[in-house]
DNA sequence: CAACTATACGGAACAATGTTCCGCTTGTCA
DNA sequence: TGACAAGCGGAACATTGTTCCGTATAGTTG
């Protein structure tokens, strides 16, 4: 089955399960018997990785300010989106399919942000009004580029949203 | 022909081609003769609400300050893409099938908000290093909602995109 | 060791949907 | 009136998600 799991994340998360079948060298019927969601097999296959990145988050919170710590840890998301192929957009597809996918993945980042933003709040460097399961869904939705998309466009508004956290709040 | 978009527009922007030519009371061919690309079909539903938002950018810039003219039509543009139902998940997709789109509703959009953010440069409202392109692409992915996000998730990470729009440029 | 049973597997079968293509209708012109 | 052209409708085809069933396999029991 973790053979399933590489061959799926070279196709993306939408590669068509006969291909990702075929590649493990299992049948159809495998796959949906251990995986009945389609989110279940895509959680299963970046677990690893989304407990790293979250990890991260404490990580970066001990040895910077508030403030840098979520920059860096921005950054460090917008990789993790950027080397899956369709998982933003599976992510807030609100297709049935993809169910369970922004519970767990909100549910497993959102507390560690919301650390750092809770301390920067009370350091006065981040705006208090601003929620991790918010500010992830949008991360999310900015980091997600596509081959065409211009040069770094996500990284480049990624930074402007940061500075609308980290600045004042909003004057209008 | 315009009955078909009137169906088009109440079933969503994915809505199966053969429900359109159902609604709409022709065959599926005849759709896909007059709009050989599924973009064409939604461009030209949408096309006189896009030039209609186009054209609400001028009219905001010639009453107000360029930093209040683009929190405004932002808003304008996210009851656009709000009341269109999976047009910003179409309009990102990458889909072939929806190749034309991204170029069109930029195309049209850009002009208008870069001369927003250029006015807003010049009198040092706005920062200077923001293209429109890229914020219309920021503003669109953030304006895209489903049934069951958080109560105006969309609608306050806008206010937090436009506060790093329009307040100082990045600290970092 | 043999028979039985439960488990899990593979892939055929089904359904939905995008897209193409062909036979027919309809309207025009000589 | 007859031939022709244009445009239409929907059948047909391909792809893909999902379900289901016959079968093989491993484990258990006598």
């Known amino acids: 089955m973790e053979a399933a799991k590489a061959a799926f ?22 796959i949906y018997r251990n995986y009945p969601q389609r989110s279940d097999l895509i959680i299963a296959v970046f677990r690893r990785e989304l407990d790293a990145t979250a990890a991260e988050a404490d990580h970066l919170a001990s040895e ?12 460090s998301l917008a990789r993790f989106v950027a080397t899956k192929r369709g998982f933003a957009g599976a992510l807030h597809s609100g297709d049935p399919a993809y169910n369970l996918l ?3 993945f909100i549910g497993v980042l959102a507390p560690r942000v ?37 040069d770094d466009r996500a990284g480049r508004m990624t930074t402007v949203l940061l500075d609308g956290v980290i600045g004042a709040p909003s004057a209008g």
Chains 1, 2 share one sequence.
């Open 9 to 30: 994340a070279e196709l993306g998360v939408d590669a068509a399960m006969r291909d990702i079948a075929t590649r493990a060298g299992v049948g159809v019927g495998t």
């Open 64 to 75: 910077h300010s508030p403030a840098t710590a979520l920059r860096l840890w921005a950054q």
């Open 102 to 104: 922004p519970g767990q």
């Open 114 to 150: 919301q650390s750092i933003l809770d301390a920067g709040a009370v350091s006065g460097t981040i705006r208090g009004d601003i929620r991790a399961e918010d500010l992830i869904h949008a991360l999310t939705r900015l980091a997600d580029s596509h081959p065409g998309d211009a």
